[in-house]
């Protein structure tokens, strides 16, 4: 009696390739169609991340139906992450949702497919891969959050020194502003920098402008500067004076931020010092004792019991 189906993996690959290949004919019908891109109307977009241009026909298509069907305060506080990582010009919200959601389908394939040629300990774990698939979009966003923010907290203090070199100078705020931003090197600072100067010239008032990049970036160090310059314009103060402060300020509290971290090192070096370093000294200092134990005989009949 020939053995069944399940039993042989060969039938079962055949079967999953053919599943696949099926898929892969029918997937254009079942994912709508996205429209052409009209060169003026995606001009404002940047260039997106690696892991949006490996799927981008797909989550295109997706994107329409997910903001039809989402809520819209979900879509808010996605926008929000995707602000505060720099990639509001390279990314939709609906668009990150449907990157999701396509990369939780990807790798419930992939599980799929190990499922189907592999044994029962190793397809286990790979069912694992479904929910990391659907939350690496989130954790890759947090990282670049959390980088761009480290980033951000390290270089803004000389462009304050620059603001305020420049007003001291005799340059106006907006003035100031321009020149600190053409001499700033590439990074966060500079990009939110170029987008507060795109807004003034657009007409957007100070305050606004200055109260969007502190939501923007949502740093306590440009929630500072910002309190600075509207107190200043309000009471009419010295605002480069009150710049220059800001800078020191910020500096004298990153120092405190390296101290606090290099206090904790010893705290987080405990746990390898116990689980590694501790047993390999243990082990180096225990087996020359173990070695004349054997051959004096005394190992053999201790672990014999006689």
């Known amino acids: 009696m020939s053995e069944p189906l399940a039993a042989s993996p060969v039938p079962l690959m055949l079967l999953a390739g053919l599943s696949a290949g099926c898929l892969a004919l029918a997937l254009p019908r079942l994912v709508p169609r996205p429209r052409r891109a009209d060169p003026e109307a995606e001009a404002w977009r940047e ?3 690696l892991l949006f241009r490996l799927f981008a026909p797909l989550v295109r298509g997706l994107a329409p139906a997910v903001a039809a069907r989402a809520d819209r305060d979900r879509l808010e506080a996605v ?3 995707l602000q505060a990582a720099g990639l509001d010009y390279a990314l939709r919200p609906e668009e990150l949702v ?3 959601r396509l990369t939780a389908a990807v790798a419930a394939a992939l599980a799929a497919l190990v499922h189907l040629g592999m044994g029962a300990p190793v397809y286990a774990l790979a069912w694992l891969a479904v929910p990391l698939g659907f939350f690496y979009p989130d954790i ?3 990282d670049r959050i959390q980088r761009r ?13 620059l603001v305020a070199l420049a007003m001291r100078a005799g340059l106006s705020l907006q003035s100031a502003l321009a020149r600190a931003v053409a001499h700033l090197p590439e990074g966060p600072v500079r990009e939110e920098m170029r987008r507060v100067l795109r807004e003034l010239r657009a007409g957007m008032v100070l305050r606004e402008a200055l109260q969007r990049l502190e939501r923007r970036v949502d740093v306590p160090a440009v929630a500072g500067f910002v309190g600075a310059v509207l107190q200043a314009e309000e009471t009419g103060g010295e605002m480069a004076r009150a710049l220059v402060l800001q ?7 990153r120092f405190l931020r390296a101290e606090k971290l290099a206090a904790r090192a ?3 070096m405990l746990a390898p010092l116990i689980g590694f370093f501790m047993p390999v000294t243990f082990v180096i200092l225990m087996l020359p004792a173990v070695r004349a134990l054997a051959r004096s005989g005394l190992l053999a009949a201790l672990l014999g019991g006689g």
Do not use: G, H, I, N
């Not at 800078?247 to 509290?253: I, K, N, P, S, Y």
């Open 79 to 81: 926008e929000a992450r």
């Open 266 to 268: 010893p705290v987080k």
């Open 98 to 100: 449907a990157l999701r």
């Open 149 to 161: 923010r480290a980033r951000f907290e390290k270089d803004f203090p000389f462009f304050l020194d």
């Open 140 to 142: 890759w966003l947090r």
């Open 47 to 49: 260039p997106p991340p």
């Open 247 to 253: 800078a020191e300020q910020q500096r004298a509290e």
